[in-house]
């Protein structure tokens, strides 16, 4: 068996919808962050490949966990972002936790609810931020709002492709429940234009998300490190674009993604004003300091 890395879908971390180990996140994270993407990216492939059966895809992502544990050394990927890990003193538990949720895409195709959907986030999502931020040495307080803003962009992904996974892999994240609640049907997935049913399905869901996104809101103001406080604020910038954009058009016959002149435009200026924010708590203090010593 060839190792998974030559099934990848030749997708990188510059192709994804929000940044991954950019310029703002200091030099000497960047390489940790990249080994955990790779990592993640092959399991990912593994999962959505469209002509590998379930045993052989399960059989990999477990070859992959392997590699990563230091059960093996098949998979480049896995024992790349191992060395990283111990030469760092970090644990697996997030890349695992990745690993239970491509296991879960493989034999899962249908969510019944929010809650359902939340739990998937738990594993498919969150980690990512987790991980980040562990990396970059944050308390486990900022958690809470991490969470918030890895399971928005994650069903922010899942709105934007949602006709393409159906069509391609039978797969669903749309809950049934809303999905039956607005009366519309898996099925109508399959359209070559959303049905009214599936616009205010869409819709309802985004704001569903948006309002996931609001609770991440103070994460920039409560991480230590400034750079990734930038990015995270350019995150949430995109973030708040897309879904506008999912309340703007149809997912099933127009695009609903940034161009890539958009995305440095508006994560640009939210990462600056970040910035500004930061500076300007730091002037206010250091002059309350001065009238003080007076």
């Known amino acids: 068996m ?15 919808n929000f ?23 092959v399991a990912d492939d593994i999962a959505d490949h469209p002509s590998l059966s379930r045993h052989e895809k399960l059989t990999r992502l477990d070859r992959l966990e392997a590699s990563l544990l230091g059960g093996g050394s098949d998979e480049p990927e ?13 644990s ?26 939340i739990v998937y986030c738990t594993y498919s999502a969150m980690p990512v931020g987790r991980f980040v ?9 900022t958690w809470p709002a991490s969470d918030a803003l890895c399971a928005a962009l994650q ?6 492709d949602c006709a393409a996974d159906y069509r391609k892999l039978n797969r669903v994240y749309l809950p049934l429940d809303a999905l039956s609640r607005h009366g519309a049907s898996v099925e109508s997935l399959a359209a070559p234009r959303a049905s009214p049913e599936l616009i205010g399905c869409l819709h309802d869901l985004a704001a569903q998300t948006k309002t996931l996104l609001q609770k991440s809101g103070a ?9 990734l406080a930038m990015e995270i604020s350019a995150i949430q910038a995109l973030a708040r674009r897309l879904i506008a954009m999912l309340h703007e058009r149809d997912p099933l016959s127009e695009r609903v993604h940034l161009t890539k002149t958009e995305a440095i435009t508006r994560g640009t200026a939210r990462a600056t004003l970040q910035l500004f924010r930061v500076l300007g708590r730091r002037a206010s203090a250091f002059y309350r300091s001065q009238a003080h010593e007076y």
């Open 219 to 227: 994460l920039p103001d409560i991480v230590v490190d400034k750079r």
């Open 78 to 90: 896995g024992v790349r972002l191992r060395e990283v890990l111990r030469d760092r003193e970090l």
């Open 19 to 41: 940044p991954v180990a950019s310029y703002l996140i200091r030099r000497r994270h960047r390489p940790a962050i990249l080994a955990f993407y790779n990592f993640v990216r």
């Open 133 to 141: 931020l562990q990396v970059h040495g944050e308390s486990k307080t």
């Open 155 to 160: 069903i922010i992904n899942h709105l934007q």
């Open 2 to 16: 060839t190792n998974s890395a030559a099934l990848r879908s030749g997708k990188g971390h510059r192709d994804e």
């Open 92 to 117: 697996a538990e997030h890349a695992q936790h990745l690993l239970k949720a491509f296991r879960q895409d493989v034999v899962k195709n249908r969510y019944d609810n929010w809650a359902d959907l």
